[in-house]
């Protein structure tokens, strides 16, 4: 049996969709590290205030998919909350 190499470097990409004229909100697809498989979306949860991952039924996910989509909402959140107080501060 022979080695398919080294695992990827980035195990999943994240594609921003274009922000139709009522949102208010990003959201964005995942798919895999070779951008053939969606994965799931990213979007706004109103109910608490923060970016989630809807991953799509029958994905398998390893700890460092978990990770990197923990890191990525962290960011996503922290900038939506940065444009909220600066509209307040406005």
């Known amino acids: 049996m022979g080695s398919y190499g080294p695992p ?3 195990f999943l990409h994240f594609y921003k969709y274009n922000r139709m004229p009522n949102q208010k909100t ?6 895999s590290h070779d951008k053939k498989v969606v994965l799931g979306i990213i979007r ?3 109910q608490w205030r923060c970016y989630v991952s809807e991953p799509k039924a ?4 390893s700890w460092e998919c978990h990770k990197a989509i923990s ?3 962290n ?5 939506w909350r940065e444009s909220i107080r600066a509209r307040k501060n406005k």
């Open 75 to 79: 960011e996503q959140t922290q900038l």
């Open 71 to 73: 890191e990525f909402i």
């Open 44 to 46: 706004f949860y109103p």
């Open 58 to 61: 029958g994905t398998v996910w």
């Open 26 to 31: 990003d959201r964005w697809q995942v798919t």
């Open 8 to 10: 990827p470097k980035q």
